[in-house]
């Protein structure tokens, strides 16, 4: 059984993820998302990949081939289940700033969602990805519509794969970033 909800993330990050490219993500929540801004409300989900807002200028040089048009518009295609191994609300710019090798975006970028609605902080996820055996296709409704992050879908199932990081690799990780975020 696939999870019930869905995090929106840019194509480009998904595939990242998708890929074991990367195994983090720097979060502050859609302008639709309440006045906290965004909350890890979940602790596994699917990668619900958007193409809204997808901004090369905020996109890391070795992410960019990974950039594409919307293969199925009008249609949303699952490609992986995630679960949060750790989340840290991070509130120093200099801490975020130093996570920028460990995700997509540009350390602009992570600057701009730090101070997005003048709240200095971003979540940074780390995520164990597992790829579906084969992608789910939904039709996109307007229930998914508009600029949130959390989606929720309708039951299914859906075989995942092995997770793209090997444990040892995403533990060296988490080691790292937690390193990173000790730094004050």
């Not at 909800?5 to 993500?25: F, H, P, R, Y």
């Not at 200099?94 to 979540?123: K, S």
């Not at 164990?128 to 309708?154: A, D, F, I, Q």
Request: with cysteine.
């Amino acid at each position: 059984m696939t999870p019930s909800v869905a995090l929106k993330e840019w194509d480009t990050q998904c595939q990242a993820l998708t890929s074991g490219s990367s195994a983090l993500l720097i979060r502050k929540g859609g302008i639709m998302e309440t006045h906290a801004g965004f909350e890890v409300e979940h602790r596994t989900f699917s990668l619900y990949p958007t193409f809204l807002h997808q901004n090369p200028a905020e996109l890391r040089p070795d992410f960019l081939p990974l950039l594409r048009e919307d293969p199925q518009p009008g249609r949303i295609v699952l490609p992986a289940l995630a679960e949060v191994v750790a989340v840290h609300k991070v509130e120093s710019l200099e801490q975020a700033l130093a996570l920028e090798p460990y995700q997509a975006l540009t350390t602009g970028a992570i600057e701009r969602r730090f101070h997005y609605r003048n709240r200095p902080w971003v979540h940074a996820l780390l995520l164990r990805v597992r790829p579906l055996l084969t992608p789910l296709v939904l039709e996109e409704t307007p229930e998914m519509l508009g600029c949130v992050s959390w989606v929720p879908l309708p039951e299914m199932k859906a075989e995942a794969g092995p997770p793209v990081l090997a444990e040892r690799e995403l533990e060296r990780v988490r080691a790292e970033v937690e390193e990173v975020l000790s730094r004050q």
